[in-house]
């Protein structure tokens, strides 16, 4: 049987967006209010996180990795409470300057102001410790890098990271087990249940619509915690609705609830900061695995070839599937694994329409295919990546958009490093930070939301997350997240004071 469960609001997700809603509007618990955050994964803790890839794969949508219909590019997202903020490094970037007031100029969203948006990044950067950490921070892996950037007189910068008595393990994309990673999962979400929040992990919501949502309800998987409501079938009523699922889930969300006059810009303009990772063997041991995984990155191609090279560093598995091929080479490769340097780079690609999510007979689809431009970016990075690591003294340099398996002198980068190499399905591109679905925008032919993420059309329904986003952010986009989670959270509570 269908029970029914009545608040006043609904959060669906608990990630950067659902998280930083909940915090926000927490406070009007103490008035009445009563505010649910309904979360499809479960509730790990920071004791659960033991740093085994095998177990901890259960955080991720589909284990890790959900393919595009062209298998070009794979997404990782999380779906655990916290979201993708359990599993991320907490690399923190504002959106690059001018960055918003392009989105309120191109896309018709007069109520979005720079100085509005700077200053809730000064405010949430405070709460979740962000910040410069110091230089006995600096691994080999990214003393290599550091060194590589310098000898060819590249700007090598350093990231600001939310983390608090870190204990650099190196093990952040699998949950942090020393709760030293300030996401969602131990900022935002602590505080939203203090206040009288409820936290509904294992809940998947399948429908929205103006006034509730249906979902269902789930066991909790073995030493995950419970919420108090049995497994089965839920109807919420709620006045308010605020979908947070992640760019790969909101869209599709909307979609599949039919909701009247639904902009047809629904889960299009998709954007992923399409990925690859590459990796040298240095003379010395790197040990990427102690201490802490990123630190530095170049800006140095942003302009001109577009995409940011980071310092990166992958467990085993993951390390393992990211080099070309099976056999003797990848192996002899693998046993060096503690002589690893690692980097990746992130495309700043464009939203274009044929990007999308789409719903067929239920499920989610993500097509999206590379452009010539974005290939090229890959490409190209590849290469300067290679130049940074031969600089610094690699022995040799791997990278899956090469014709042979490794190269060993900066000479061949640019001849072994071709588009040629780079065939949809054997090189699977990969992405951190989908965005995009349910974009911002004045017009309701072309976009979802308004400015303050209310769909248009259905003044209790407000999405929340990523997929607000117009354009990709061409920075690592949680901050930014949080940011326009909260101008959402803002305007559900003057909305609640209506009803
Ligand atoms: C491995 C990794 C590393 C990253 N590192 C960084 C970094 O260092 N810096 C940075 O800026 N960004 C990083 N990111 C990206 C960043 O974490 C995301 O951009 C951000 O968390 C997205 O926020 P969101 O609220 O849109 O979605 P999410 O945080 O993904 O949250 C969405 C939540 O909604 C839930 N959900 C989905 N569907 C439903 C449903 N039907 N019912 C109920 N709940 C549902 C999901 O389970 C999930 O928990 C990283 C991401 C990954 C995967």
């Known amino acids: ?15 950067a967006g659902g998280g930083t809603v909940a915090a926000r509007l927490s406070k009007l618990c103490g008035e009445g209010v009563r505010i649910a955050v309904a979360e499809a994964g479960p509730f790990y ?3 659960d996180f033991n740093m085994r890839e095998p177990d901890m794969l259960g955080m991720f949508v589909d284990r890790g990795a959900v393919p595009s219909t062209s298998f070009e590019i794979a997404v990782t997202a999380a779906q655990c409470v916290g979201g993708s903020t359990s599993v991320y490094t907490g690399v923190t970037f504002r959106a690059p300057e001018g960055l918003v007031a392009g989105w309120a100029s191109d896309f018709g969203l007069p109520e979005l102001r720079e100085d509005d948006v700077q200053a809730r990044f000064s405010r949430i950067e405070t709460e979740i410790d962000a910040h410069v950490p110091g230089l006995d921070y600096e691994n080999e892996n990214n003393r290599v890098f550091r060194r590589g950037c310098e000898a060819l007189g590249l700007p090598v910068k350093q990231f600001r990271l939310n983390i608090k008595d870190c204990q650099r393990c190196g093990f952040c994309n699998l949950g942090c087990p020393y709760g030293s990673k300030r996401g969602t999962l131990e900022v935002q979400l602590p505080e939203a249940v203090a206040r009288g929040v409820e936290l509904i992990p294992n809940c998947t919501i399948t429908r929205v619509y103006d006034g509730g949502a249906e979902a269902t309800i789930g066991g909790a998987p073995p030493g995950t915690q419970a919420s108090r409501h049995a497994p089965g079938p839920v109807q919420f009523r709620a006045k308010i609705v605020v979908v947070a699922a992640g760019t790969l889930s909101s869209s599709a969300l909307l979609l599949r609830s039919q909701l009247a006059n639904l902009s047809p810009a629904c889960g299009k303009y998709i954007t992923l900061h399409p990925a690859l990772t590459s990796f040298a063997r240095m003379p010395q041991p790197v040990r990427g695995f102690d201490g802490f995984p990123k630190l530095y990155y170049t800006d140095a191609y942003s302009e001109s070839e577009h995409y940011y090279l980071e ?4 467990f085993p598995f993951i390390t393992a599937k990211s080099l070309p091929g ?24 464009e939203a274009e329409e044929h990007n999308r999510i789409r719903v067929k007979d239920g499920q989610r689809v993500l097509e999206y ?12 990075a590849q290469r ?11 022995l040799e340099y791997v990278s899956l958009v090469s014709d042979r398996f490794s190269i060993t ?4 980068l640019a001849s072994a490093i071709t588009e040629r190499s780079l065939v949809p399905g054997k090189v699977v591109v990969s992405s951190a930070h989908p965005m995009g679905g349910c974009r911002m925008g004045g017009d309701p ?20 997350d990523a997929s607000l986003f117009p354009t990709s952010t061409k920075v690592n986009p949680y901050l930014t997240i949080m940011a326009f989670a909260e101008r959402v959270a803002e305007r559900v509570e003057a909305r609640l004071r209506h009803f």
Do not use: K, N, W
């Open 326 to 349: 099976f056999g003797p080479e990848p192996t002899r490769f693998m046993r060096s694994y503690d002589h690893l340097a690692c980097t990746i780079a992130l495309v700043h690609d």
């Open 445 to 464: 032919r072309s976009s979802v939301t308004d400015a303050f993420g209310q769909v248009h059309g259905h003044p209790s329904l407000f999405v929340a």
């Open 369 to 380: 295919h590379l452009s010539d431009s974005s290939r090229q970016a890959l490409v190209q």
């Open 45 to 47: 803790t920071r004791e």
């Open 384 to 394: 300067r990546a290679g130049e940074i690591y031969f600089a610094a003294g690699a």
């Open 311 to 314: 310092t990166a560093f992958y």
């Open 1 to 15: 049987m269908t029970r029914r469960l009545d608040y006043d609001v609904l959060i669906i997700g608990s990630g």
């Open 409 to 412: 002198s900066a000479d061949e």
